[in-house]
Structure formats: structure tokens, C-alpha cells
């Protein structure tokens, strides 16, 4: 019999962890067509990872405003760049500071573009956290 007393409560994490974890989800669903219940679930089986209903409903809500989102992106390339040409863990960044910048009032765009270049610096090269540092900056000038 398990005991739920003693279950991690998996909407009791941090903030950087929730964007953690919709990064983790979102850069996942570059390689696939599940949908992001289906992930997440594969997520907690195959890591033993709980995952919050935050990081969750963060990944699809980029998985929802994608097209937006990419053209958003698209529009600060440098002239010749396509979204192809980018990394996947790059894009699955700035898809989601996009997202948070675009549908998110309660996170203040300084926020999303800081954290993004916090999770940038952790997963890619230093050339990609300077690349997203500029088109989130370039796109925060719009709004």
C-alpha cells in the first residue's frame, strides 16, 4: 500500500523549476507528435520525475500558440536564417520565453528573457545564449 502522505506534491516547486520542466517538455516534443499529457507522463515514468501542473499547462500552451510563436521568432532572424537552422534546444528556449513574453501577464518580460538565458547558458554554447539574449531582446522591443 503506498502511502500518499509521503508523495511528492508536484505543484510545489520552484519557479525556475516549472520552466525547467516546460523547457524539458517542450524541447521533447521537437521530436515527436505526442502531445504533452502523453510526455509528461513518459517523463514521470521514465525518470521517476514528477512534474508540475504548471510546467505542464506552460508547454501547452507553446505547443497551442506555435505558429505565433515561430513567426515571432522568424521575424528577428537574421536575413537567410530559417528556424530550421537553429538548435533544438535553442529553439525550445525561445519558444517558451516567446511564449512567456506573448500569453503570460503575470511574468514580466525582463523575467522571461532572463530565465531563458539562464537555461540557455545551462543547456547550449555560449554562441546560442548570445543568439537568444538578442532575438528575445529584439522581440521585447515590440512590446
Known amino acids: 500500500m503506498c502511502d500518499t502522505n509521503n508523495a511528492p ?9 516549472v520552466r525547467e520542466q516546460a523547457f ?13 499529457d502523453e510526455l509528461a507522463d513518459n517523463a514521470g515514468d521514465a525518470r521517476d ?7 505542464i499547462d506552460r508547454a501547452k500552451g507553446v505547443v497551442e500558440h506555435k505558429i505565433e510563436i ?4 522568424s521575424a528577428h532572424l537574421k536575413t537567410g536564417w530559417k528556424l530550421s537552422r537553429i538548435s533544438k534546444v535553442s529553439l525550445a528556449v525561445l ?6 513574453m506573448l500569453y503570460l501577464d503575470d511574468i514580466p518580460v525582463s523575467v522571461a528573457i532572463n ?8 543547456f547550449t554554447v555560449q554562441d ?8 528575445l531582446g529584439a522581440i521585447a522591443k515590440e512590446l
Open 70 to 73: 515561430d513567426e515571432k521568432i
Open 49 to 55: 520525475e514528477f512534474l508540475s501542473d504548471e510546467a
Open 95 to 100: 519558444r517558451l520565453a516567446v511564449y512567456e
Open 24 to 36: 524539458f517538455l517542450c524541447f521533447e516534443s521537437l521530436f515527436s507528435d505526442t502531445d504533452i
Open 9 to 17: 506534491d508536484k505543484n510545489k516547486v520552484s519557479k525556475y523549476k
Open 115 to 122: 530565465e531563458a538565458v539562464e537555461l540557455s547558458k545551462k
Open 128 to 135: 546560442d545564449t548570445s543568439f537568444i539574449n538578442g532575438v
